[in-house]
């Protein structure tokens, strides 16, 4: 098996690896602090190719393939998460759905916005009652002549106050369960969406997270995305590549945390020599770089198999479950290490810690990771 990057991945990596340094690094404490959209670092991304990753070239994208995809949002979040999680939903859920189920008229309207990263996307599937679930999805769409009247209420919405176009699914049909799930495309401007709650995170917390709020919401008959009734597939195939990203995001979260443990440990010294020199360290710097090398070759084995039009949804789960524990394993061990120091918000570990935890739960809890991997393998 050849594990060797080709040249155009090295360069969307390194790309981003700079991009990281020079735009998000200086910003990132400040922005998690006060919970500050990076708004002006996102404009930037458009440009270098980054916000339409997963678009051909000809709706306005830059047509990368999976593996420079997760490598870019592993640079990305080892710097930042919280921009690595707004251009990971905005390029697999937000667009590249519109993409993969979209007529020509819906990919000519939207997606050269979106790619080029002038608009931003966003997904709603989680409600207030409805998560790890989503056949139980509450959300009506009504027909109504040229129109389908949305009502309901939409919660835990990455980018949903900044966005300007939303994948939304909605029941058309009460009676069929998940069979009568739809997916539309919602443009924020309709009349009857409002934006709700804005929430406050333990981690992640300059991604704009909050409801959308449908009230009589009027949407073309034209935005339906895919046939009625196909959405809860549509929203499950999303999430699968979204996972594979989220994955990407979780190592790079903990390998900022390896990289602040092992600096710290070279400069910190106790009983008359560095801390890196005691056992008990090395120990956890060996097993955080171990675990950090697996979750990141399952990563791209997941998005190898995407690349070649192979199904990978359990891959991506044993990925996004591997890479989410690890994140949070090397985040702990690392805060463990830098001691005292380790709980304070001067030292970039404590964000690491936050992060890590919001990077278990969303987009599939670590148990609807196992469900679906256990499923597949008793299936087969």
Same mark, same amino acid.
């Given at each position: 098996?050849?594990?060797?990057?080709t040249?155009p991945?090295?360069?969307?990596?390194?790309i981003? &690896?700079?991009?990281?340094?020079?735009?998000?690094?200086?910003?990132?404490?400040e922005w998690?602090?006060?919970?500050?959209?990076?708004?002006?670092?996102?404009?930037?991304?458009?440009?270098?190719?980054?916000?339409?990753?997963?678009?051909?070239?000809e *709706?306005?994208?830059?047509?990368?393939d999976?593996?420079s995809?997760?490598l870019?949002?592993?640079?990305?979040?080892?710097?930042?998460?919280?921009?690595?999680?707004?251009?990971?939903?905005?390029?697999?859920?937000?667009?590249?759905?519109?993409?993969?189920?979209?007529?020509?008229?819906?990919?000519?309207?939207?997606?050269?916005?979106?790619?080029? $990263?002038?608009?931003?996307?966003?997904?709603?599937? +989680?409600?207030?009652?409805? $998560? /790890?679930?989503?056949?139980?999805i509450?959300? +009506?769409?009504r #027909?109504?002549?040229?129109?389908?009247?949305?009502?309901?209420?939409?919660?835990?919405?990455?980018?949903?106050?900044?966005?300007?176009?939303?994948?939304?699914?909605?029941?058309?049909?009460?009676s069929?369960?998940?069979r009568?799930?739809?997916a539309?495309?919602?443009?924020?401007?309709?009349p009857?969406? =409002?934006?709700?709650?804005?929430? /406050?995170?333990?981690?992640?917390? !300059?991604?704009?997270?909050?409801?959308?709020?449908?009230? @009589?919401? &009027?949407?073309?008959?034209?935005?339906?995305?895919?046939?009625e009734?196909?959405?809860?597939?549509?929203a499950?195939? !999303?999430?699968?590549?979204? &996972?594979?990203?989220?994955a990407?995001?979780?190592?790079?979260? !903990?390998?900022c945390?390896?990289?602040? #443990?092992?600096?710290?440990?070279?400069?910190r @010294?106790? %009983?008359?020599?560095?801390?890196? /020199?005691?056992?008990?360290?090395?120990?956890?710097?060996a097993?955080?770089? +171990?675990?950090?090398?697996?979750?990141r070759?399952l +990563?791209? =084995?997941?998005?190898?198999?995407?690349?070649?039009?192979?199904p990978? #949804?359990?891959?991506?789960?044993?990925a996004?479950? %591997?890479?989410?524990?690890t994140?949070?394993?090397?985040?702990?061990? !690392?805060?463990?290490?830098?001691?005292? *120091?380790g709980?304070?918000k001067? *030292?970039?570990?404590?964000r690491?810690?936050?992060?890590?935890?919001v990077?278990e739960? *969303?987009?599939?809890?670590?148990?609807?990771?196992?469900?679906?991997?256990?499923?597949?393998?008793?299936?087969?």
């Open positions: 098996m050849d594990f060797s990057f040249r991945q090295l360069l969307a990596r390194d981003a &690896r700079s991009f990281a340094q020079s735009e998000l690094a200086p910003h990132a404490q998690d602090e006060q919970a500050c959209f990076p708004a002006e670092a996102i404009a930037k991304l458009g440009p270098l190719g980054f916000m339409g990753m997963c678009i051909p070239r *709706y306005g994208g830059s047509n990368l999976g593996v995809y997760v870019v949002i592993e640079e990305l979040a080892s710097v930042c998460a919280s921009t690595a999680i707004i251009v990971s939903v905005h390029n697999s859920v937000g667009a590249y759905p519109i993409y993969l189920l979209g007529n020509e008229e819906q990919r000519e309207a939207y997606l050269p916005d979106l790619a080029q $990263g002038k608009k931003i996307g966003a997904f709603a599937l +989680t409600e207030p009652n409805v $998560g /790890s679930d989503p056949s139980s509450e959300t +009506t769409a #027909a109504d002549g040229d129109y389908f009247i949305l009502n309901g209420t939409k919660t835990f919405i990455t980018s949903a106050g900044t966005s300007d176009t939303v994948i939304v699914m909605a029941s058309t049909d009460r069929k369960g998940g009568g799930i739809s539309f495309i919602v443009e924020k401007k309709f009857g969406i =409002r934006v709700g709650t804005h929430e /406050s995170k333990l981690g992640i917390r !300059a991604s704009d997270t909050c409801e959308l709020i449908f009230e @009589n919401c &009027r949407v073309p008959r034209v935005n339906l995305l895919g046939p009734g196909s959405g809860l597939r549509a499950l195939n !999303a999430l699968g590549f979204g &996972r594979v990203g989220v990407a995001q979780a190592i790079g979260v !903990a390998r945390a390896l990289e602040a #443990a092992s600096g710290y440990s070279r400069d @010294n106790q %009983f008359g020599k560095p801390i890196s /020199s005691f056992q008990a360290i090395q120990w956890m710097i097993d955080m770089a +171990t675990e950090i090398e697996a979750a070759l +990563t791209l =084995r997941a998005a190898k198999l995407k690349d070649e039009g192979r990978f #949804a359990t891959e991506g789960s044993m996004k479950l %591997f890479a989410s524990e994140a949070m394993r090397a985040a702990t061990k !690392a805060v463990q290490i830098h001691g005292g *120091y709980c304070m001067d *030292y970039v570990v404590e690491c810690f936050r992060d890590a935890k990077i739960i *969303y987009e599939g809890t670590s148990e609807i990771q196992r469900m679906i991997i256990a499923g597949n393998v008793l299936r087969k």
